[in-house]
């Protein structure tokens, strides 16, 4: 079962950020795992578009999902990271209407979008030819168009981000979100609940998914709101290894 459909279902996604693995067989240590996805981060690290597509291919071949990061909001960057197997596009400090309006139309084909049409591309599994209605069709349909919110002014505009046709999550990145509210890091203070409480508001109001990348103490308090589920990064995973096999070696006696 795809993402969309999944989340569609009532079901929660569960995923992580990876920014430094660039072997594409992390993609099976995360199927292993369990998860549904990764989200590959292209806003605070440096994957090349060749390298993601070995990831994609391989995520895909083995039932993982993988998502991207563009560094910007962009055509470019949009369409590159869909044809080259991505499943949605995560767009940071979207901010407005007009920004999420753009996120749809370089995300999703006619008639939602203006998606350019690339066939025989690792997104349609290198099947070409005709059939592009059907194409087009199938990608709206599971392709997620994701606007983070990570701003005070995002949060201002939180209902009408989600009232956009097409825009299928709301993400909120809460440490960015956090500093653009004058309370960096402290990710737990009122304030900071109240603004990811209002976004989970507005996406409910538009029938749009609520997600939240973040540590267990803000999933768990915004558990009965979320679908699209996002914790740690690869190097949060990584140091947290190193750490305690080191302690554990440390303390042999």
Not at 17 to 25: D, F, H, W
Not at 27 to 54: I, P, Q, T
Not at 126 to 134: A, N, Q, R, S
Not at 161 to 173: Q, S, T
């Amino acid at each position: 079962m795809e993402l969309k459909e999944k989340m569609i279902s009532g079901q929660k996604i569960y995923g992580t950020m990876l920014r430094v693995s660039r072997n594409p067989a992390v993609c099976y240590l995360a199927k292993n795992a369990g998860l549904d996805y990764v989200m590959f981060d292209c806003e605070h690290s440096n994957y090349s578009y060749e390298s993601l597509h070995d990831m994609f291919i391989m995520g895909n071949a083995l039932g993982l999902s993988g998502l991207l990061r563009v560094p910007q909001l962009s055509r470019d960057h949009i369409s590159r990271a869909l044809d080259c197997g991505s499943i949605g596009a995560i767009v940071p400090m979207t901010e407005t209407i007009e920004q999420a309006q753009e996120i749809v139309r370089w995300s999703k084909y006619f008639p939602l979008g203006e998606r350019g049409y690339g066939s025989g591309c690792a997104h349609t599994d290198y099947v070409g030819g005709g059939k592009h209605l059907e194409v087009m069709e199938a990608a709206n349909r599971k392709i997620i168009s994701i606007a983070q919110i990570e701003t005070k002014l995002a949060v201002d505009n939180a209902d009408q981000i989600a009232a956009v046709k097409g825009i299928d999550v709301l993400l909120i990145g809460p440490n960015d979100l956090s500093i653009s509210l004058g309370i960096p890091g402290d990710l737990m203070n009122p304030i900071e609940l109240d603004a990811i409480a209002q976004v989970a508001a507005s996406c409910k109001k538009h029938g749009k998914f609520f997600g939240l990348h973040a540590g267990l103490s803000l999933l768990e308090k915004f558990s009965d709101d979320l679908s699209f589920v996002m914790s740690q990064t690869d190097t949060d995973i990584l140091a947290e290894g190193f750490s305690r096999i080191n302690t554990n070696c440390r303390n042999i006696e």
